[in-house]
């Protein structure tokens, strides 16, 4: 019998190929594979590999937003996700997302051989957070960018519920409505964005991040107390430290150099962020960013 964690789903079994097991890949895969999609997972580090599975066994031991989903069907999801070696086995895939690291001569050359490697009505998506969909299509050959579309998840993936869905300058209504489909179908709400660098709500959110470190610098107020500022004034389940420290302080830093290149200096980061990252004070996974971790626990 086959089942779907998407109750009332009916949807077609497209084979999804992901590429990079990283926080962002190994959950992009799973929430695809819990949907009953049939997802291959690649990662140039093979203990990344390892790593990402045991994360995913480890969430689906905890179980996962289980308003949506239904748990009768969550440990099946690994049934249906298996990592490969490498690029050539995506070559029957219907629709593939990269999720590498957030440099576009990476992402170039991965898509580079995707285009070689797959079959010519398969979808190219980019999760990347800042860069151009349209820069990044120019790696594929012309015929290939139609179908070349941005799909930016959220971290974590298995309980964020919106993607920005990117169409670049050539890409066609029908994959743009067909990725919206497959992102709705795995549980998730997309909402289509133009092309622009860091497109919008890293927009949003990192001008917020660099305004709250800019107060601590100034001694306004502690990381600590405008957390609770933010969750209580605004509403925002977790602070920006507490989110930094969770996302990681390197990645926030590397965001917004790319914004700064792209908008000026309203998007400059500030110079106690670049300390920190220098310091080696990256967040939760580092032991210490902000707040200090023990265990992955706030101490």
Request: aromatic content about 8%; glycine content about 8%.
């Amino acid at each position: 019998m086959q089942l779907h964690l998407w109750k009332g789903d009916g949807m077609s079994q497209e084979k999804i190929g992901v590429v990079g097991a990283g926080m962002m890949g190994s959950e992009i895969a799973l929430v695809f594979a819990m949907a009953g999609h049939e997802v291959i997972l690649t990662d140039t580090n093979a203990e990344r590999i390892g790593s990402a599975l045991a994360k995913i066994a480890d969430i689906l031991q905890k179980g996962v937003a289980r308003d949506l989903w239904d748990r009768a069907v969550e440990t099946q999801a690994l049934a249906h996700l298996k990592s490969v070696p490498s690029l050539d086995a995506y070559a029957d895939c219907d629709f593939v997302i990269e999720a590498a690291f957030e440099d576009a001569a990476v992402k170039s050359e991965i898509f580079g051989t995707l285009d070689r490697v797959c079959k010519a009505d398969c979808i190219l998506s980019s999760n990347t957070s800042t860069i151009s969909i349209a820069t990044l299509a120019a790696s594929v050959k012309p015929d290939r960018r139609k179908r070349f579309i941005g799909t930016h998840f959220f971290s974590p993936v298995s309980r964020m519920k919106l993607v920005e869905v990117i169409p670049a300058f050539d890409t066609e209504e029908a994959v743009v409505e067909r990725v919206m489909t497959f992102c709705r179908n795995a549980g998730k709400t997309p909402v289509r964005i133009k092309d622009v660098v860091g497109f919008a709500v890293n927009r949003l959110l990192h001008a917020f991040f660099i305004e709250a470190v800019r107060l601590v610098e100034e001694g306004v107020a502690s990381p600590a107390d405008l957390d609770t500022a933010c969750k209580l004034g605004l509403g925002h389940p977790l602070g920006p430290f507490e989110l930094m420290d969770q996302v990681t302080n390197h990645l926030s830093l590397q965001v917004q150099e790319i914004l700064h290149e792209a908008y000026g200096p309203r998007f400059m980061p500030r110079p106690l962020m670049k300390q920190m990252v220098s310091a080696g004070r990256d967040g939760r996974r580092a032991g210490r960013g902000w707040f200090v971790y023990e265990g992955g626990k706030r101490k």
